[in-house]
């Protein structure tokens, strides 16, 4: 009966659907193989060629919030131009002060760069700005222009007015940053005097128009005198407006850099030139610290962390997979042979994403890492039960080989695609989720895995094949296969440990249930203390140096 029930479930349709893939693998092992092959080498190809990695945090945001839309119009109307930071710190103002005057115009000297930001004494702020003035200026400048507008409108004669009447303003409203403007206006007065027919203020406004354009020219006495006796000769320097904080005791530099995702090239350029200044720099100011941090720079250091960590951690977990199956199964064979079709699934899950997103994120370079763990439970499920086969007959042939990989199919194949498909929904839920990052990497994930079951039921099977096909050639066949088949003591002496505690628990299951409530008690506290962390520096690998200068 019970043999009549076995055969009755492995001749399911379910069972028999999933049978049909090993069933293509196991008839043409070496064809199933060699095509599985070039398609892999085009596939990763492919992907080398045409997958990129988005660094910028947008590409971890819903395009669609209203709040992103506002932030991209943004660029759109300013450019997409970030500031990295040099930050120049030291106890000596002086040597601050003296780092970041050699650094700004060795930046200005780069063709590399443009926009260098290091001092507020510009040309272009000094002749344009306005906001460098106190309120308290500006308020009395608004006053001397009504007052001029008040005399043009009313009085003949200028020189007849009262000596209260006459503006008096504070030194800062004539600096040499309100040349250009008060010249403007200045000539503005001029045109506005002759066309009233008011010569005496036309000669106060031709003499401080001349003045402005040449400070040293002494100008005629007039109503305007006072107001040309105020202006300053003095030219602000760079001294007086360097970028510091602190007492002095931390300058900083702004060089406006290229996105990584709109010129990757370009961008790479620009930073890896900027950091060669920035060496350079500590090596002529040893005294001070410099750092180079700002959203260009903290986005490369976050791509390139994330590459190489994603690749050290996809490899560890390989290596642990192998080396774990390794001494399970007491062979090294058969473990290289699931870990063989779990790459596969890989390198075929890179392909996927290339074609369905087009581009990684700092979220899903990590799905190699993920379908490691989960990929390899379908290599294991189908080997653990193709060994069972192998166990009730020792003296297989190469042709009962291949009715095993079919059987094993049949009986476990439905068991791997449910677990598969159930995983891959899982994933999905957070494929539709409006935060770009997360969804991306359920989109990748959630197919990835069931490329993965794809594998572990066509590129597992024609191994197999292939490898007991050329083995049964072997004299010592039998022996190699019994050897094979069976498990290590390691995984023996687990297996009986583990059985002891699932009778402990059949036998005790009040106290099982007990210790289960009490243990989600006494860890329900702690979890509540658990708080959301919204600093995406916290994500970054400790040490780096642009981390360190941003915090």
């Known amino acids: 009966m019970a043999s009549n029930s076995t055969d009755r479930d492995a001749n399911r349709w379910t069972h028999l659907v999933v049978a049909t893939l090993t069933r293509w693998a196991v008839a043409r092992p070496s064809r199933c193989l060699l095509l599985a092959l070039i398609f892999t080498l085009l596939g990763t190809a492919y992907s080398a060629w045409q997958l990129k990695f988005k660094t910028s945090r947008l590409d971890l945001l819903d395009t669609t919030a209203e709040y992103n839309q506002r932030w991209l119009r943004y660029l759109e109307l300013f450019g997409r131009r970030d500031d990295a930071i040099i930050v120049i710190e030291a106890d000596d103002p002086i040597a601050v002060a003296t780092a970041l005057k050699d650094i700004g115009p060795t930046l200005e000297k780069d063709n590399t760069f443009s926009g260098i930001l290091y001092s507020s004494a510009t040309p272009q702020l ?56 008060a010249s403007s206006l200045s000539q503005q007065w001029l045109t506005l005097a002759q066309l009233q027919a008011l010569p005496l203020l036309a000669a106060d406004a031709q003499a401080l128009l001349e003045f402005l354009n040449n400070p040293k020219q002494q100008p005629n006495p007039g109503l305007l005198t006072p107001l040309v006796e105020l202006v300053a000769n003095r030219t602000p320097s760079i001294d007086d407006s360097l970028l510091l904080d602190d007492n002095g005791r931390l300058g900083l ?15 790479s350029l620009e930073i890896n030139r900027l950091r060669e200044h920035v060496h350079e720099l500590k090596k002529r100011h040893p005294k001070v610290t410099v750092r180079l941090t700002g959203m260009p720079i903290l986005e490369a250091d976050e791509a390139q962390s994330t590459q190489s960590d994603m690749m050290v951690a996809s490899i560890v977990s390989m290596l642990g997979v192998a080396v774990l199956l390794v001494v399970a199964y007491g062979s090294i064979t058969l473990p290289l042979l699931a870990m063989m079709a779990l790459l596969f699934g890989l390198l075929w899950t890179l392909t996927f994403a290339t074609l369905s997103i087009g581009h990684l994120n700092l979220l899903s370079a990590a799905f190699g890492a993920i379908l490691i763990g989960l990929g390899i ?27 095993s990989l079919l059987q094993t199919a049949k009986e476990c194949g439905a068991g791997i695609w449910i677990g598969a498909i159930s995983t891959a929904a899982a994933f999905a839920c957070a494929a539709v989720t409006p935060f770009k990052g997360i969804a991306e990497l359920g989109v990748i994930s959630g197919g990835g895995t069931l490329i993965c079951m794809l594998a572990a039921l066509t590129i597992l099977p024609a191994s197999l ?16 296969q019994q050897s094979l088949s069976g498990s290590s003591r390691f995984a023996n002496a687990l297996s009986t440990y583990l059985a002891h505690i699932s009778s402990f628990a059949i036998r005790n299951p009040i106290f099982i ?30 040490g780096i140096d642009s981390v360190k200068a941003e915090n």
């Open 126 to 181: 000094t002749n344009k700005r306005l906001h460098f003035a106190p309120p308290n200026s500006l308020a009395a400048a608004e006053q001397f222009l009504q007052l001029s507008l008040a005399i043009n409108s009313s009085t003949p004669n200028p020189s007849q007015l009262p000596p209260d009447t006459k503006p008096s303003l504070p030194r800062s409203v004539t600096e040499p940053v309100f040349r250009a403007t």
């Open 253 to 267: 530099c702004l060089i406006p850099l290229l996105h990584p995702d709109d010129n990757p090239s370009a961008s």
């Open 377 to 403: 439970d379908f290599s294991i499920h189908f080997l653990s039960h193709f060994l069972e086969h192998l166990r009730a007959d020792p003296n297989s042939t190469s042709t009962d080989i291949n009715h």
């Open 465 to 480: 094949a292939v490898y007991y096909r050329r083995k049964s050639a072997s004299p010592t066949f039998l022996s190699n």
């Open 513 to 542: 249930i007990a210790l289960s409530i009490a243990s989600v008690a006494v860890t329900f506290i702690p979890a509540c203390r658990c708080r959301f962390d919204h600093n995406l520096l916290n994500l970054q690998a400790e």
